[in-house]
């Protein structure tokens, strides 16, 4: 079987995002199932010609390979790509997004024409990937090399669309009939991802429960009848982790290493590292939240800062990392101020204390408040770390309510996103902490959490079989 893996970002070449995680780790995963896999993407200025070996094979692609063969090609224009941001600058969107994406996948597809490299699917991801399906029905019927060619198109977040006026349409060098109802049309303006789902051989998100999320009003984003009207076409199937990256028995970023049949005492080195680090006072008995994401309402924040003072009146302390939006910096500020002793922050953006903190914390906040999938739970239990999460999506497949009787469960829950609810589930998750032999058991389900891209890859493999004809 032969995939085309197309994606605006893959790691390690650039990443912005989870998007570049899936999209770097899930080809490996593929490979060692045999399959052969060749990945698209553009050709950014950031992107390390040297470090990364890349060699130009055509006019507007360049080659170099990842893992032990997959070919990794670049689709090279200075005009769209030569600039030092991928999606915009501190300005916002750039405005020519809908130029830059449409030529990433126009010639994407015309390379595996001229190349004569026949894909069994084309495995397209978010908005930045959706004309490719429509190109392939609309475009490039006729071609041989895709007579047998399949189309899969992956939502990562359905909040980011791809919206365009509609002036610009004549650039995706479609026929104008194309703009309708059944087509791009959305309130009167061009939709990408819409048509994208629209035209896809098959679809699917990065979680079974995300996959019913976003066929109601709540999650939908507008499109929940689009999706609706292919129900039977939506798959979930949960993202992996890379343990390769994620594994505090090698973490380089770690003092002390770690593993699940060590005894703790790394671990509870590794959080008096931090709290030493973070200027906390150095207090093995209290429990340590830590929070790593982005500072947007979605990721939780604002939760957490309306609840703050109750957290602060349980006698715990709460690390912060994360860069966002610069109200939430001003907000943070204040309250590390006024409580110096319990909360610490770390507003940039820093790998090494990321993987500190999941190593150093005993408990890791992540009220989102959706989430298509979700990685920090998962890294979180690789390291030991008890996630606390809201009920949805990703969270809702990967997080199970430990229940303290039958010592089963790897996390905690709360169903009602107020308040009230959120400070309810940390006196629970705290109640479990004072029993040390239960939060043991706790850990201990964490460490045994599995969630490698190996059986994510089979799921995938199993989609791409099913798929109906093109």
Not at 171 to 198: D, Q, R, S, Y
């Amino acid at each position: 079987m032969k995939i085309a893996f197309c994606s605006s970002e893959v790691f390690p070449f650039v990443k912005t995002g989870g998007l570049a995680d899936v999209c770097g780790a899930l080809p490996l995963a593929l490979e060692k199932l045999g399959i052969e896999v060749s990945i698209f993407l553009p050709f950014y200025k950031s992107i390390d010609v040297t470090k990364f070996k890349i060699e130009k094979v055509a006019a507007h692609v360049s080659k170099t390979t990842l893992g032990n063969n997959i070919q990794v090609y670049f689709i090279a224009n200075d005009k769209y790509f030569g600039r030092d941001g991928i999606y915009g600058n501190k300005e916002g969107d750039y405005p020519d997004n809908l130029e830059r994406f449409q030529f990433f996948c126009e010639q994407t597809l015309e390379f595996l024409n001229e190349s004569k490299w026949n894909p069994d699917v084309v495995h397209c991801h978010d908005w930045q990937t959706a004309l490719i399906p429509v190109y392939l029905k609309e475009r490039y019927k006729k071609e041989d090399v895709f007579k047998n060619t399949k189309s899969l198109l992956t939502i990562h977040n359905l909040a980011y669309q791809g919206v365009f006026p509609k002036k610009e349409f004549g650039k995706l060098k479609l026929p104008e009939e194309l703009f309708g109802l059944k087509g791009f049309e959305f309130f009167g303006k061009i939709n990408l991802l819409k048509a994208g789902i629209v035209y896809a051989d098959g679809l699917n998100t990065v979680s079974p429960q995300y996959a019913k999320e976003i066929q109601t009003k709540e999650f939908g984003c507008g499109l929940e009848g689009v999706i609706g009207s292919r129900k039977n076409s939506v798959v979930g199937i949960l993202n992996g982790l890379d343990y390769t990256v994620w594994n505090p028995q090698v973490d380089p970023w770690l003092e002390y290493k770690y593993s699940a049949g060590d005894s703790l005492e790394n671990k509870r080195k590794n959080k008096a590292k931090l709290q030493e680090k973070l200027q906390l006072p150095i207090r093995e008995e209290v429990p340590l939240f830590g929070f790593v994401g982005r500072l947007t309402h979605q990721k939780g924040i604002d939760l957490i800062l309306e609840a703050i003072d109750d957290l602060v009146d349980l006698d715990l302390q709460l690390v912060i990392q994360g860069i966002g939006e610069s109200k939430y910096h001003t907000m943070l500020d204040t309250l590390n101020m006024r409580y110096p002793k319990d909360v610490a922050l770390c507003l940039t953006f820093d790998e090494q204390m990321a993987h500190q903190i999941y190593a150093g914390s005993d408990l890791f906040l992540m009220p989102s408040t959706f989430e298509p999938c979700g990685l920090s739970q998962m890294i979180s239990l690789r390291y030991g770390t008890i996630p606390i999460v809201y009920n949805t999506g990703g969270l809702t497949d990967s997080i199970k309510e430990f229940n303290s009787r039958t010592q089963t469960g790897n996390g905690f829950l709360f169903a009602d996103y107020t308040k009230a609810s959120f400070v309810d589930v940390v006196k629970r998750a705290l109640a479990i902490y004072q029993n040390k032999n239960q939060f043991n058991q706790l850990i201990a389900n964490a460490f045994t959490s599995d969630f490698s891209w190996d059986h994510s890859a089979k799921e995938y493999q199993k989609l791409y079989q099913c798929l109906p004809s093109a």
